[in-house]
Nanobody, 123 residues
Framework: RVPLVESGGGAVQAGGSLRLSCVAS????????MAWFRQAPGKEREGVAA???????TVLDSLRGRFTVSADNTFNTLYLHMGSLKPEDTGVYYC?????????????????WGQGTQVTVSS
């Protein structure tokens, strides 16, 4: 079991930045690939970015240039750096872990989930 705890969400104006953090604990040997997902009201959850223990990353095409993913050197904390935020980035952002491959960033591949952190971008 791998509890995941997200933090860093909040309210920001369009054009602003936020950094989300996700701390993994418990059996961290099971984290494998870690990822960020988001879910806007009335929409399906979508994969935003992922990172594997070797440092390889992937980011949703539409978010490249604005979002990046990184981790600390223990790979127990995953970050999502979000810049030039837009109102359409509003939603609940979830951290996930346990996938065995970097792509695709699909919810069904992840075994462990955090509770989510709200991001609200106002225009």
């Amino acid at each position: 079991r791998v509890p995941l705890v997200e933090s860093g969400g909040g309210a920001v104006q369009a054009g602003g930045s936020l950094r989300l953090s996700c701390v993994a604990s418990g059996d961290t040997t099971s984290t494998h690939v870690m990822a960020w997902f988001r879910q806007a009201p009335g929409k399906e959850r979508e994969g935003v970015a992922a990172m594997d223990p070797d440092g390889r990353t992937t980011v949703l095409d539409s978010l490249r240039g604005r979002f990046t993913v990184s981790a600390d050197n223990t790979f127990n904390t995953l970050y999502l750096h979000m810049g030039s935020l837009k109102p359409e980035d509003t939603g609940v952002y979830y951290c996930a872990a346990g996938a065995r491959r970097l792509v695709p960033v699909a919810a069904a591949l992840y075994n462990y989930w955090g509770q989510g952190t709200q991001v609200t971008v106002s225009s």
